[in-house]
């Protein structure tokens, strides 16, 4: 019995919408097993990370356990990589710090507020741009921006945890320039049992990543350095513990959209969405790599803004792709995005029971793995190639970089983008104008134009209204009465470039010759005989003249 037209278009149209039915039906005891073993793990590993991305955030701990579960879950249901992990992320942890500062206090019902309508703004504006089928839009942000950006968002993580690494709670973690004076007057009261956990931390990660990368590093150090101080300092008077944290599932929150917070906070928004899908479509594609899987991007913006629009309604706050847990994910055989499920639902028994106990964890603790964390944000070989191969790549890293420090976070990244696109610009409204030579062109070029009398230019870039202006100065240097263009670098001419030619082609004939075209492309013929600068007959030949 043959299906209807109409019915038969209901699945992919279901799909479109539902990607999970496309890869659900697919699972098999085998796969389930090997996806619940990755979950498991993963849910063991976002532990320690939750908590420290959530007090670099300005939220209660739990805050970043709870972005580990439902903006998880949508990501993994509506997203397009079967590998990726989404949840808290550390760049964005200290964006969302830095945007809702000057707003509220850390960790005031306020704040929390502010959090979650922010992350409510940045879903929703990146959902738009899903259902705009905008993905494209991904590579305005070029790899130096994220570079600059990664490396500042690092040292100001750095710096705002060296306060619980050295004991110096009292130190309130501003802005980056702003810690370092308050450091330096209150180097005499830096606690040593602190500084001995931090580094105690940060050796044991570092030796498990040597000698035992399979095993859980950081939850062996964590539970380590709990166990060194409740034996060294068990009073509590010299190591800060990390605050209470409430056990439970996500409790239900509620964005504030009123017009003031709008106002103030659709700015920041727009920026976090955007680095968020700049973070999560890299990854991705890091993964799909390796896996040979064909992704969509405006498929994966709204799995990341539908995670971030139901995270803000659960207590979640603004999330993206996980590089660390999405490695482990794919390293550990995950075969769909059933493994990042299964690590929301493991994280939520294991955040009942384990919530009371992380009360004790040593804040210096946490700070070492935070510092572990700034380090590997920090980009060495992109750095350097761009530093190497590219001045315009290095520039726009620098202002990225320098802005990220002394700008708010959002601004950097606008900053970083406007940077990149004056740059691009730039490039291609100044296209090379190269002096060549006549006598290694083909034969049938040079019949048709005497080589004493001729001058020849290669052009590398379209004509259009931005590089009309730059060409036609370069070409007024040519005072031969005949010109040739070789034109095979030219893609694309419009009306200022049309009459560019035409410029060019009076100037010719005033010394007695003619401007020539050599190798044009069909497409850039075609417009030119439709203004009647080339005579139809002349299409199919190498060399073209434009008329008057």
Not at 467 to 487: H, K, N, T, Y
Not at 509 to 533: D, I, N
Request: aromatic content about 8%.
């Amino acid at each position: 019995m043959m299906t209807s037209p109409s019915r038969a278009r209901q699945p992919a149209g279901l799909r479109r919408w539902l990607p999970f039915l496309h890869w659900l039906p697919q699972q098999t005891p085998r796969s389930l097993r090997v996806d619940a073993i990755a979950g498991l793990t993963g849910a063991v590993l976002v532990l320690p990370r939750g908590v420290a991305y959530a007090l670099l955030a300005g939220l209660p701990p739990e805050y970043g356990l709870y972005a580990a579960i439902v903006p998880v879950i949508l990501a993994a249901l509506f997203g397009s990589s079967r590998q990726m992990v989404s949840g808290p992320v550390a760049a964005l942890s200290i964006a969302l710090f830095s945007t809702l500062q000057p707003f509220a206090d850390a960790g005031t019902s306020e704040f929390i507020t502010l959090a979650m309508t922010l992350t409510f703004l940045a879903g929703a504006f990146q959902l738009l741009l899903g259902l705009a089928r905008l993905g494209a839009l991904v590579e305005l942000v070029s790899h130096s921006v994220i570079t600059g950006f990664t490396a500042g968002a690092a040292l100001i993580i750095a710096a705002s945890q060296l306060p619980h690494a050295l004991g110096l709670t009292h130190i309130e973690s501003g802005n980056f320039l702003a810690i370092w004076p308050q450091l330096i007057a209150h180097f005499e009261a830096i606690q040593p049992m602190a500084l001995f956990v931090t580094g105690f931390t940060v050796i044991t990660c570092l030796a498990f990543q040597r000698w035992l990368p399979r095993w859980p590093g950081m939850i062996v150090a964590i539970v380590a350095a709990t166990l060194l101080v409740a034996w060294l300092d068990p009073s509590g008077d010299a190591v800060q513990r990390v605050t209470t944290v409430q056990a439970g599932l996500p409790p239900l929150s509620t964005p504030d959209l009123s017009l003031d917070n709008l106002r103030l906070l659709t700015p920041g928004a727009i920026a976090l969405g955007l680095l968020g899908l700049v973070q999560a479509v890299a990854i991705s594609r890091a993964i799909a790599a390796s896996t040979g899987q064909r992704l969509d991007n405006n498929q994966e913006f709204i799995g990341q803004g539908l995670s971030n629009l139901g995270g803000a309604f659960f207590s979640g706050y603004v999330s993206s792709g996980s590089l660390t847990r999405s490695g482990l994910n794919a390293s550990a055989g995950a075969c769909s995005p059933l493994a990042a499920l299964f690590s929301a639902l493991f994280l939520i028994p294991i955040l009942l029971v384990a919530a009371p106990l992380l009360q004790h964890v040593p804040m210096p603790a946490i700070s070492g793995q935070l510092l572990l964390v700034a380090f590997k944000l920090v980009d060495r070989k992109s750095i350097r190639e761009a530093l190497t191969l590219s001045r315009s790549e290095a520039t726009v890293l620098l202002i990225t970089f320098f802005s990220t420090l002394l700008l708010a976070l959002e601004f950097a990244i606008y900053l970083g983008v406007l940077a990149s696109l004056i740059l691009y610009l730039r490039r291609t409204t100044r296209p090379p104008v190269v002096e060549s030579d006549l006598s290694q062109a083909p034969l049938t070029i040079q019949q048709v134009v005497e080589a004493p009398y001729c001058d020849v230019v290669r052009i590398d870039g379209s004509l259009f209204f931005g590089a009309c202006d730059s060409i036609g100065r370069r070409l007024e240097r040519f005072e031969q009465p005949d010109l040739v263009i070789l034109a095979a670098g030219i893609n694309f001419i419009d009306l200022s470039g049309i009459h560019l030619l035409q410029r060019q082609a009076r100037r010719c004939h005033a010394r007695g010759g003619k401007l020539h075209l050599a190798w044009t492309k069909p497409s850039v013929v075609a417009r030119l005989q439709r203004v009647g600068l080339v005579d139809g007959a002349q299409q199919g030949g190498p060399l073209v003249a434009i008329t008057l």
